[in-house]
């Protein structure tokens, strides 16, 4: 039977989930998404431990791949590719418009690899330019330094 290890950071909460083509056979969400870097491998090794699947015995891995949150999606993608490099697995990219459910995400996550549209690694699509704010205003190191210096008996 083949199992999948599905990975949907596009969406809030972020959910991760083991699945065959035809049933959710685990899932767990990671609901706090300022700490998704720091809880999306806990969750992960967590629910291979709950299903008794672990990640040798996965078929391949999918990433609901954007659009979606920069950093939200840079992150899943970065443990996805990670994942998929370190167990010699191929990578199924979807769409969040492709994957509604998880359910959903599975079948289609079964049909690519079935069909070899796997690769080695995925980019994330934001849907758009990245926004990034410039950074805020820095206090000059120099500046920092002097008024230490002149505080110092």
Request: proline share 7%.
């Given at each position: 039977?083949?199992?999948?290890?599905?990975?949907?950071?596009?969406?809030?909460?972020?959910?991760?989930?083991?699945?065959?083509?035809?049933?959710?056979?685990?899932?767990?969400?990671?609901?706090?998404?300022?700490?998704?870097?720091?809880?999306?491998l806990?969750?992960?090794?967590?629910?291979?431990?709950?299903?008794?699947?672990?990640?040798?015995?996965?078929?391949?891995?999918?990433?609901?791949?954007?659009?979606?949150?920069f950093?939200?999606?840079?992150?899943?993608?970065?443990?996805?590719?990670?994942?998929?490099?370190?167990?010699?697995?191929?990578?199924?990219?979807?769409?969040?418009?492709?994957?509604?459910?998880?359910?959903?995400?599975?079948?289609?996550?079964?049909?690519?690899?079935a069909?070899?549209?796997?690769?080695?690694?995925?980019?994330?699509?934001?849907?758009?330019?990245?926004?990034?704010?410039?950074?805020?205003?820095?206090?000059?190191?120099?500046?920092?330094?002097?008024?230490?210096?002149?505080?110092?008996?």
């Amino acid at each position: 039977m083949k199992r999948f290890l599905l990975i949907d950071t596009a969406r809030e909460p972020a959910t991760v989930a083991i699945a065959t083509s035809r049933q959710v056979l685990a899932e767990t969400q990671v609901a706090e998404r300022h700490q998704l870097s720091e809880r999306l491998l806990g969750r992960i090794d967590e629910l291979t431990e709950a299903a008794a699947v672990p990640l040798s015995k996965i078929t391949a891995i999918g990433i609901v791949s954007g659009p979606g949150p920069f950093t939200a999606l840079r992150v899943g993608v970065a443990v996805t590719n990670a994942l998929g490099y370190a167990h010699g697995k191929p990578i199924v990219g979807v769409t969040v418009d492709e994957a509604p459910s998880t359910l959903a995400f599975a079948a289609l996550a079964a049909q690519r690899q079935a069909a070899g549209k796997t690769a080695e690694a995925i980019l994330p699509d934001y849907g758009r330019e990245p926004t990034i704010t410039p950074p805020k205003r820095r206090v000059k190191v120099d500046a920092v330094k002097s008024s230490r210096a002149r505080r110092t008996p």
